[in-house]
């Protein structure tokens, strides 16, 4: 969640579906109208030509519906963010790069509002138990956040607070904004299409489901129990409700501080070791990921520091609105594609990629192996084979370099060099999703500058079993 910008405040957020509409709708008329026209004018250019217009048209109708879209606030802009995220595999890349552009919604609802919804959600009586701080943490576009104290006892809290109306303006605003993009002409709407954007729904209702994050959070504060090296906040039920929840406030810095830079490298490589640790224990035995890679989900609370009561650097997990559960049937042959990159073997790499339905045996041999290769170079710091390392990607000790690899870069290049596009299918929505998150968790271990080779991590996972490596 954003932090506050001081005296940017709304009296509420407009959440009438008709307005809404109303809104989009026009714009979407207005950007359809305006791509006509382009496209009738680009005919009689040369091919060319008409390329580099029409994608030059393109980034303008992304830009100016992003800049619509942000005029309207709630869901919206949540939906503009997920759609960012998780939509390249959908969307025109000029739509997605406008679309990354979208900023949480940092305008925050005047306290009064709060307060209304407070006695709404707490009751008079249960809400007089706390003291609220009038000025919000943080503020996006579906809440916002406020500190309390419990006056009993002094427990410092955290209440999430959910806008009014934005729950129920879901449905009607992801409706609304694709037929934006369609009207637009930015999108085909086809079936893959119409999947995806019912992912994306029952994601958003999950995000605005407090009392189903509120369980999940307490789920994942069970699992971590016994390892001291994260911290899950402890949820207060008796103050959380379906569109409100309380949690114990857990103090830390942002993985960017300057504070965390200056750890130590051991401390800053232990902390990307229990990040990729953390991630592998959620895909490798939970069955649960939390998919959302945004930093502000994540705090580090360092030893010796007030609310530090251990010797050890910790790693705070906050905000489990977009854990995700997968099934063995999606889980079985991602497995068995990690393993198979792990240990050199192409062709139980392809088995696993057709069988997800992604990849197909009648592609050319070349570029099945080129597939292949390309998703054995994301496994580069976890393998043993180390001889594909960049030289300033390892350190005076042999160890793997996080940053300095700029490994999804290098990956990203090798599948643009390539001609996978040409044959490549759009992948389960479920792999879209494991796919952000680990490149989330790479980010995050290279932000925090860790210096570490991950292979005996992932080896504890391939083969924790009866399962023997092959070579």
Same mark, same amino acid.
């Given at each position: 969640? @954003? ?36 496209? *009738? ?18 980034? +303008? ?66 809400? *007089? ?173 360092? *030893? ?31 497995? +068995? ?74 990956? @990203? ?5 390539? @001609? ?52």
């Amino acid at each position: 969640m @954003a932090s506050k910008k001081t005296g940017n405040t709304v009296s509420r957020i407009k959440t009438g579906s008709f307005e809404r509409r109303l809104s989009m709708t026009r714009a979407g008329l207005f950007a359809g109208t305006r791509m006509a026209s382009h496209m *009738a004018t680009n005919w009689f250019s040369s091919k060319e030509n008409r390329e580099r217009r029409h994608r030059a048209m393109l980034s +303008r109708q992304a830009e100016f519906l992003v800049e619509e879209l942000g005029k309207l606030k709630g869901s919206v802009v949540k939906i503009g963010q997920v759609m960012a995220l998780y939509g390249e595999h959908f969307l025109p890349e000029e739509v997605t790069e406008a679309l990354h552009t979208l900023e949480d919604q940092t305008t925050s609802l005047e306290w009064n509002a709060i307060r209304v919804v407070l006695e709404r959600e707490l009751g008079t009586a249960r809400l *007089a138990e706390l003291e609220v701080d009038p000025e919000p943490i943080g503020a996006a576009s579906l809440g916002q956040v406020h500190r309390a104290r419990r006056l009993s006892d002094g427990l410092e809290l955290v209440l999430k607070v959910q806008y009014p109306g934005v729950a129920d303006a879901i449905d009607s605003d992801l409706n609304a904004v694709a037929q934006l993009l369609r009207v637009a002409r930015l999108v085909s709407i086809g079936p893959e299409f119409e999947d995806w954007l019912e992912e994306v729904r029952q994601m958003m209702h999950r995000e605005v489901d407090y009392r189903l994050e509120a369980e999940t959070t307490e789920r994942f504060r069970q699992m971590l129990l016994g390892d001291e090296r994260f911290v899950v906040p402890r949820v207060l039920p008796e103050y959380s409700t379906s569109h409100l929840m309380a949690s114990t406030y857990e103090p830390g810095h942002s993985v960017s501080s300057l504070a965390v830079r200056e750890l130590p490298l051991e401390r800053r490589s232990e902390l990307g070791k229990a990040a990729l640790e953390l991630f592998l224990e959620e895909l490798f035995v939970w069955g649960e990921i939390q998919t959302d890679p945004n930093f502000g989900n994540y705090r580090i609370r360092i *030893a010796g520091e007030p609310g530090c009561d251990i010797e050890k650097d910790q790693i705070v997990l906050l905000d489990f609105g977009a854990v995700q559960s997968y099934p063995e049937s999606f889980l079985e042959p991602v497995k +068995r594609m990690i393993a198979a990159s792990y240990e050199g073997n192409r062709e139980g790499l392809i088995d696993g990629g057709v069988d997800l339905g992604f990849m197909s045996r009648d592609w050319p041999e070349d570029v099945l192996h080129t597939f292949a290769d390309v998703c054995m170079s994301v496994l580069e710091p976890l393998k043993s084979d180390r001889s594909q390392w960049p030289e300033n990607a390892v350190n005076s000790q042999g160890q793997y370099r996080w940053k300095q690899s700029d490994l999804p870069s290098r990956v @990203a290049r090798q599948a643009a060099r390539s @001609a996978i596009s040409r044959y490549f299918r759009i992948p389960p929505k479920e792999f879209v999703f494991l796919n952000r998150k680990l490149i989330g968790v790479y980010t995050f271990i290279s932000v925090l500058c860790s210096e570490f080779n991950g292979e005996a991590l992932l080896r504890a996972y391939l083969y924790r079993g009866d399962r023997n490596p092959q070579g």
